[in-house]
C-alpha cells in the first residue's frame, strides 16, 4: 500500500527547480532514466531527504515546468506593455489575473517560477 501523498513546499520547489536550471544537460536531451536519478539524487542532498521518488519528483517536474511557461507567456506579454507608472507589484497582480481568468484557477508555483522564468528549459 502506497503512502499518503505529502503536498510540495515552496523550498521543495525550489530546490527542483534550481538543480534543473543548473544542469548543463537539458531535460530533453538525455536518457528520462538518468535525468531522473541525477534530479533525485540532487533533491535527496539538498533537502536532506528521501521521500520522494524519482518519478514524482519527474512528474512535478513535467507539470510545474508547463504551468510556469503558461505563466511565463502571460507575464512577458504584461511586462512588454507596461503602464508608465506601474510597479512590479502590479503587472504580477495583472499576470495572476489573467492566468486565473484563463485557466480557471490560481497560479500556486511562483516559488518554483521565480527560479525557472529566466530559464528555456
Not at 520547489?13 to 533525485?40: C, G, M
Not at 503558461?70 to 495583472?94: C, H, W
Request: glycine share 4%.
Amino acid at each position: 500500500m502506497r503512502a499518503p501523498c505529502k503536498g510540495w513546499a515552496n523550498d521543495e520547489e525550489r530546490a527542483l527547480a534550481q538543480y534543473v536550471s543548473e544542469d548543463p544537460i537539458h531535460d530533453n536531451d538525455q536518457d528520462s532514466t538518468i535525468f531522473k536519478e541525477k534530479v533525485w539524487l540532487n533533491f535527496c542532498q539538498r533537502m536532506k531527504n528521501k521521500y520522494r521518488d524519482p518519478d514524482s519528483l519527474y512528474s512535478k517536474w513535467r507539470t510545474a515546468k508547463q504551468v510556469a511557461m503558461e505563466f511565463n507567456g502571460i507575464y512577458l506579454n504584461v511586462i512588454r506593455n507596461p503602464q508608465s507608472d506601474a510597479t512590479e507589484v502590479d503587472f504580477m497582480a495583472k499576470v495572476r489575473h489573467i492566468y486565473k481568468a484563463k485557466v480557471r484557477r490560481a497560479f500556486v508555483n511562483e516559488s518554483f517560477w521565480g527560479v525557472v522564468k529566466g530559464n528555456r528549459k
